[in-house]
């Protein structure tokens, strides 16, 4: 199976080792470079092919375009911290593949680098003639969102599951409630319930007791 190459252009170290943690949560990646600068960025990808680079830093930000021409293939995530519109559309016109904003969610990041390596090895798979529908579940593959649980993806039908559970009941349910119904653990349940909220699906709310902390319960959004 084909390696994706990934770069890392991080002055920030903290920001930098989270990154490499969320690579971790995939054995399709190879990273070619962990930097801190543009310019060691720059030299690296003139030595070696680099098919996604992560870049974060003002300086490594702003030169993405010096980046882009060195390796016209590479594709970015941009980690900036106060990005101006102008900045993420002008981004976007260049073919970013994503912008996350500063302080990084490791749970984003791994969405991103998951969807960027599912359309990666979908593409590499693919055998001539190219039909529409192959070229269809690349570009628009269904359910990804979804079925996204702390950026990696994982089991798609418990997500409907508790999804139908809790637009069938009658007000909001705790995570106990859910896992009672459906027989697993609360931690399992929380997990699943923590995506729908991220995705926009469900939203929280407090139930507060006489003693002891709020109970969290989720209803449909």
């Not at 970015?76 to 981004?91: G, T, Y």
């Not at 593949?97 to 390596?117: A, G, H, Q, T």
């Not at 090895?121 to 579940?137: F, I, Y």
Request: one cysteine or more.
């Amino acid at each position: 199976m084909k390696s994706i190459r990934l770069l890392i252009a991080e002055p920030d170290v903290t920001t930098r080792f989270l990154t490499g943690q969320a690579v971790k949560c995939f054995d399709n990646y190879l990273v070619v470079g962990n930097v801190s600068g543009a310019d060691e960025a720059a030299e690296r990808m003139r030595i070696v092919s680099v098919d996604i680079a992560i870049v974060g830093g003002s300086e490594n930000v702003s030169d993405w375009k010096r980046l882009a021409e060195i390796s016209g293939g590479t594709k970015f995530i941009l980690l900036p911290e106060n990005p101006s519109s102008e900045f993420v559309r002008d981004a976007a016109a260049g073919g970013i593949w994503d912008v996350i904003l500063k302080p990084v969610s490791p749970e984003r990041l791994r969405f991103s680098l998951n969807m960027f390596r599912y359309r990666f090895m979908r593409a590499s798979a693919l055998e001539n003639p190219v039909r529409q529908e192959r070229l269809d579940s690349i570009f628009f593959p269904p359910g990804r969102g979804q079925n996204a649980i702390n950026g990696c993806v994982r089991n798609g039908e418990m997500l409907d599951k508790v999804m139908r559970l809790i637009e069938d009941e009658d007000g909001p349910k705790s995570a106990s409630e859910i896992a009672g119904v459906l027989n697993v653990s609360r931690i399992t349940v929380r997990k699943y319930c923590e995506a729908l909220v991220r995705t926009g699906k469900l939203r929280v709310k407090n139930k507060y007791q006489t003693k002891g902390r709020p109970i969290k319960q989720y209803v449909s959004a």
